[in-house]
């Protein structure tokens, strides 16, 4: 197995599978909501298979990834309804499923993240008694994560810091991934040390995942955080390198980027520059860094672990230098 895709695509059946015995209840006795969600699952497909981290983490602390399919489910669940709650909330290209209305969807989506996946905490192959500890993983996820989109929402670009902004990730980005890793190492009965340990690994690697995302939003020409006012790690590190007489400039383009082709074009440069790029790869490679050091301290079962390590590689990568 090469890579994280590889495990993926052994897997894949089996994680639709998982997906499905979670819906197969609802065929009965709420046949409307089962309809609902199915079409949120297919409209909201997600471009990186990262439902495999579960499977990652149980492999490196057992050597088998196959029980934790429940957690990959819980993984689609959760992030199915957060990135189309996100679309919803930016109000750029969100489209509703067809066949559903916006309020329609918007139900699927409270119903898919913050209901589902809690039956799927029901699965056979889940324990009892870890199910209470998983459940609690699950609320607090809702909590924090909740905490960090309202401070991403919030951020005004004249008061934020490098910190604030990943004090934001870490709730939005991080929470949701380090529930879905403290619940594997659950499952796989280790010490509680260990598994508070794999909670943080979650929590920088969504961070880093964040900021891949970020981006991407560039690389691929969408620009929908400089449409929706988003205030990026990435913004912040320009504000911050920019001397006095230039900082207005940029709160200026940021304000106007919304409405703004040429504005958004000019960030976009400024954005761009080398010694921008240079701060925040450096700060990217701490946050990969850290990300390495958690999983030395880990240690485990090789394959698995070497395969989080590439995963970890693959989503530090510094996209923007390579388009400059």
């Not at 199910?131 to 609690?136: E, I, P, S, V, Y």
Request: aromatic share 6%.
């Amino acid at each position: 197995m090469k890579s994280y895709l590889d495990l993926h695509r052994a897997f894949s059946a089996d994680i639709e599978a998982e997906l499905e015995a979670v819906l197969a209840p609802l065929d009965d006795s709420a046949r409307s909501v089962r309809d609902a969600v199915g079409e949120l699952l297919r409209h909201q497909q997600m471009k990186y298979p990262l439902s495999v981290l579960p499977l990652l983490v149980h492999g490196v602390e057992t050597g088998s990834p196959g029980p934790a399919l429940p957690l990959s489910a819980v993984h689609v669940l959760w992030w199915t309804s957060a990135c189309y709650l996100d679309d919803l909330a930016d109000g750029h290209g969100a489209h509703s499923p067809a066949g559903l209305s916006v309020h329609e969807a918007l139900l699927a989506a409270i119903v898919t993240g913050h209901v589902l996946p809690l039956r799927a905490l029901c699965s056979p192959r889940v324990p009892e008694p870890v199910r209470g500890a998983m459940t609690a993983e699950v609320l607090d996820c809702g909590i924090v994560a909740a905490e960090g989109q309202l401070g991403d929402m919030r951020g005004e670009l004249e008061r934020v810091s490098r910190h604030s902004v990943l004090a934001a990730y870490r709730g939005k980005s991080g929470a949701p991934f380090g529930m879905i890793t403290a619940m594997a190492a659950t499952l796989s009965e280790v010490p509680d040390e260990r598994r508070d340990l794999w909670r943080e690994f979650g929590y920088v690697f969504g961070v880093l995942w964040q900021i891949f995302n970020d981006q991407e939003d560039i690389t691929s020409g969408r620009n929908e955080d400089l449409l929706n006012g988003t205030v990026t790690y990435l913004l912040v590190c320009a504000l911050e390198e920019a001397p006095p007489e230039a900082r207005s400039r940029i709160l200026d383009l940021h304000a106007t980027a919304r409405t703004s082709d040429a504005a958004r074009s000019a960030l976009i440069g400024i954005l761009l520059d080398p010694d921008v790029l240079t701060r925040y790869e450096k700060d990217l490679h701490q946050f990969r860094d850290e990300a390495h050091r958690i999983l030395d301290e880990l240690g485990g079962h090789g394959t698995y672990l070497s395969l989080l390590r590439q995963l970890v590689d693959e989503t530090s990568t510094p996209l923007l230098a390579v388009h400059v």
